[in-house]
C-alpha cells in the first residue's frame, strides 16, 4: 500500500541555520500539507499547497517557512533561520481531494533546534 | 475561530467496556468531522469520518449539531485500541483542525 514518506526522521541542527525537511507524497495525490505538534501540545496546521503554489497558510507559517515541490515527487518544508520554538515533529501528508477527502500522513520529522 | 475540543487527555478502561472519547466542535457553518488515530511507533492514521457513517474496528461517532460533538464510541473495548485519539475538524480549504488528543488504555 502506497505510503507518504519523510526524511530525515530526526534532524538536530543549531539555532539559526536552514533546515529542510523532505516530503515525498503518495504519487497520485494533488494536495499536500505541513502540520506540526510541539510537544505535549497539539497538531497544528502550517500549510496546504495544491498546483504548486500555496492554497492555504497559518499565521505559525511566517517569512521564516517555505514549501516547494522542486521534482514530480518531493515537497520540502524549509525554515530558513531556526529558532528554539521551532522544536517540534513535523508532519507530511497528502490527498487526493479536498472537502472530507482522507489525509494520509507520514511518519515524521523531528526536529530539535540547539 | 474553528476550534475542536477533547477534554479527557487520558482515559482508560477494562477490556470488554464501553468506551466513549468525547470530541466537541466549534465551526460556523457544517463541518467536516474525522477521527485519527496513533498507535504506538506508527503513523497518524483516518479511523473514520462522519461523511461516511461508517463503523471501522467496531468504532462509531454520530455527529450531533445540537450539541456540536462527534463523541467516538465502541460497545467492547479491545487491547489493541489502546491509543492516541485524535478528532479533528475540516474547513473548506482542507485545513485539519485536531483536538488535543485524548490517549486511550485498555487494560486487560
Known amino acids: 500500500e502506497p505510503e507518504v514518506t519523510q526524511t530525515p526522521s530526526h534532524q538536530v541542527t543549531q539555532m539559526g541555520q536552514e533546515v529542510i525537511l523532505r516530503c515525498v507524497p503518495i504519487s497520485n495525490h494533488l494536495y499536500f500539507y505541513w502540520y506540526r505538534q510541539i510537544l505535549g501540545q497539539k497538531v497544528e496546521f502550517l500549510v496546504s499547497f495544491y498546483n504548486n503554489e500555496i492554497s492555504e497558510k497559518s499565521e505559525i507559517f511566517d517569512d521564516q517557512f517555505s514549501v516547494e515541490r522542486p521534482d514530480g515527487s518531493n515537497f520540502t518544508l524549509k525554515i530558513r533561520s531556526t529558532k528554539l520554538e521551532d522544536s517540534a515533529m513535523y508532519f507530511c501528508a497528502s490527498s487526493e481531494g479536498t472537502s472530507g477527502n482522507e489525509q494520509f500522513f507520514g511518519p515524521g520529522t523531528r526536529l530539535t533546534v540547539l | 475561530a474553528q476550534r475542536v475540543t477533547q477534554p479527557e487527555k487520558l482515559l482508560s478502561v477494562f477490556k470488554g467496556a464501553p468506551v466513549e472519547l468525547k470530541c466537541n466542535y466549534s465551526y460556523s457553518g457544517s463541518p467536516e468531522l474525522f477521527w485519527y488515530v496513533q498507535y504506538s511507533r506508527q503513523r497518524l492514521q483516518l479511523l473514520l469520518r462522519?461523511?461516511s457513517r461508517e463503523s471501522i474496528k467496531g468504532f462509531t461517532a454520530d455527529l450531533n449539531k445540537g450539541e456540536t460533538s462527534f463523541h467516538l464510541k465502541k460497545p467492547f473495548a479491545q487491547e489493541e485500541d489502546s491509543a492516541m485519539y485524535y478528532c479533528a475538524g475540516e474547513t473548506s480549504g482542507s485545513r485539519l483542525t485536531f483536538g488535543e488528543g485524548t490517549q486511550l488504555t485498555v487494560n486487560p
Open positions: 462522519h461523511i
